[in-house]
Structure formats: C-alpha cells, structure tokens
C-alpha cells in the first residue's frame, strides 16, 4: 500500500508548548498540519483566527490546511490565506454558493478541498472532486475532538475512491475525525491518503503515536 499522510489537528495540542509539539510532529514524519477553524455559528464551538495561523507558519514550512467551519468562508478566506495558510478546507454545507466560491478561489490560484459532513451523500460533491486537492470526509459531526468515530464514514471513502480510482483523478481523500491506530487501519484499508488526528497524537505520546498512525 502506499504510503499514507499523517496531517496533526493542532486542536488538541498545548498551545504553550505548540512550537516543540509541531517540531515533535515534524520529527516523527507528519507532512502538513490541520488547523481546524470554528467560528461559533457554522459549529457550536469557537477556535482559532488568522494570528495563530500565522504564528504556526513562523514555526513550520509544512503545507498548513485550513478547515473552514465558518459560515462566511467567502468574507474571511483571504486573511488565511495571507495569514500563511496553503489549502483552504471548505465545507459542502456552507451556507453559500459553493460552486461560485471554489470558482473564486480557482480563479484567484488558491489550493482548496472539499468537506463533507457524516450526513450528506458522498455524490453531492462528485462535481467538485476534479478540481478539488483534497476531498475530506468527516467521521465525527464537526465541532469537538475526542469524538467517536463514526463507522459508516468508511462507506463513503470506499465509493470514494472507486470514483476517483475510475476516473484517474488526482485528488486525495482524507478523513477527519476519531481517528487512532484502529480506526485509521479501516480508514487506509478502505483508501484513505491523509489522516487528521488531534486527540490521539497530542493525548499521547507525539511521536509514538505519528509513528504508528504511518505504519498501519
Ligand atoms: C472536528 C475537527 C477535527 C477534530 C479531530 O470538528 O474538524 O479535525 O479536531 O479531533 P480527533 O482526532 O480528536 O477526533
Ligand atoms: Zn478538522
């Protein structure tokens, strides 16, 4: 099998200490970075803006992904953008045209992918994969770290990569949410490229656990 991406969420990570955690990362073979973005009304919950955004790109040259769970990603993308973000994340859901945005963003030569919630039907963003970096499937409703995975989600990026196997698309799947050494293995198994992970690396031992999230 080939080999699998490991993107750490730096949500679950001790911001006092995030510079030595995301060299910790790096070290132990972690390729990009996930930065999950909540602005309270897209999510019950609310994270982090561009200012940490740029301070992770002053402590890392890896790619920095940014999952926009905001409901005006079209009002707020430049400035993760200029902030040093390198792929914006943009959720199915969004209560915008998304068509129009991902044009927008395609126009303007910005890296992007799409999300998908637990709940939408996989082909609703099959118009999108040829020209989306990244497809993202969620495996938790989007929110919180330390959720349970949600299993059907591996349906999902089987049809997945058949799709995308058939129709020689260069666009990798990666899946987000409740991800460990168990969960992950379905998840390659099933065809998965990238794996998030917040609460399994940075409740554990970094490096142990990027380690082993690579070799499954
Ligand atoms: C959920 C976020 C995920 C989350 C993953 O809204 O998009 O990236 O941080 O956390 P774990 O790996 O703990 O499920
Ligand atoms: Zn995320």
Known sequence: MKNIEISPSIISSNLLELGNQIKQCQVAG???????????????????????????????????????????????YKSFIEAGGNVLLVHYETPIEVGNFLKKLGDENIRYGIVINPDTDIKKVYKFVPTSEIVLVMSVYPGF???????????????????????????KIEIDGGINAETGKLAREAGADILVS???????NIENSIKKLKSL
Do not use: W
Request: with cysteine.
């Open 145 to 171: 770290s330390g959720q349970k995975f949600i299993d059907k989600s591996l349906d999902k990026v089987r049809e997945l990569r058949k799709f995308i196997d058939e129709n020689y698309y260069n666009t």
């Open 30 to 76: 972690a390729e990009s970075f996930h930065l999950d973005i909540m602005d309270g009304h897209f999510v019950n919950n609310i994270t982090m803006g561009p200012d940490l955004v740029s301070a992770i790109r002053r402590a890392t040259g890896l790619r920095l992904d940014c999952h926009l769970m905001i409901e005006r990603p079209d009002k707020y």
């Open 198 to 204: 917040a609460s399994y690396i940075f409740g554990n």
